[in-house]
């Protein structure tokens, strides 16, 4: 069911900059704003990124996100052992009629 | 503070259909759609549909049409997702979330469904 791709993993040293992009199409990130969530193990996502470029509060300003036509990166700077989760992309679907999710990546503190 | 409260874990067996609950607090039912999505172990986030607790009005992806019922009590501020024809592929952690214009800001902890016979 996912249109929206993700890659499956990415990685990085403490400090490194890490980012994620999300492929989509005119339906979906072609015409809305997409958001970001980070999930833990065994834990429910959190909202990290939201409206393209907007951190709720209380997320790290190291956290940073973009979207330029059918596409959308998450960036990640400055590393942190604790950053080690999955990400999803998100946005609604003009086709589809209903939200869709990335694929998901997983991140890796080296 | 805002939560969302879902019930426990449920055991079905394969042809059988489930409802999951979720309780609202801290803030005004009514105004704030509610979506429900899925997570199969070691899977992504698959979206289930959304219900407008106001009005009742749901929306489901064609994935699941004919198989998903969204209601709501707003009596108890408390929404349902029932998936009915169960099978072992429905086994997944049911999460639901309310939504704030676009943005998935509150999610319950989760229901883990198990389908086996």
């Known amino acids: 069911q996912p249109v929206l791709t993700q890659p499956p993993s990415a990685s990085g040293t403490p400090g490194q900059r890490v980012t994620i992009s999300c492929s989509g199409s005119?339906?979906?990130?072609?015409?809305?704003?997409v958001s970001w969530y980070q999930q833990l193990p065994g834990t429910a996502p959190k909202l990290l990124i939201h409206r393209n470029d907007q951190r709720p509060s209380g997320v790290p300003d190291r956290f940073s996100g973009s979207k330029s036509g059918t596409s959308a990166s998450l960036a990640i700077s400055g590393l942190q052992s604790e950053d080690e989760a999955d990400y999803y992309c998100?946005?609604?679907?003009?086709?589809?009629?209903?939200?869709?999710f990335g694929t998901g990546t997983k991140v890796s503190v080296l | 503070q805002v939560q969302l409260v879902q019930s426990g874990a449920e055991v079905k067996k394969p042809g059988a259909s489930v409802r999951v609950s979720c309780k609202a607090s801290g803030y005004t039912f009514n105004a704030y759609y509610l979506h429900w999505v899925r997570q199969a172990p070691g899977q992504g986030l698959e979206y289930l549909g959304r219900i407008n607790p106001h009005t009742g009005d749901t929306n489901y992806p064609q994935t699941f049409q004919g198989r998903v019922t969204m209601t709501r009590d707003t009596s108890i501020n408390t929404a349902y997702m029932e998936l009915s024809r169960l099978t072992s592929d429905d086994t997944a952690v049911y999460y639901c979330?309310?939504?704030?214009?676009?943005?998935?800001?509150?999610w319950g902890l989760g229901t883990l469904v198990t389908v086996s016979s």
């Open positions: 979330t309310r939504e704030d214009v676009t943005t998935f800001a509150v």
């Open positions: 998100a946005a609604w679907d003009d086709s589809l009629n209903g939200y869709v």
């Open positions: 005119s339906s979906n990130l072609g015409r809305n704003v």
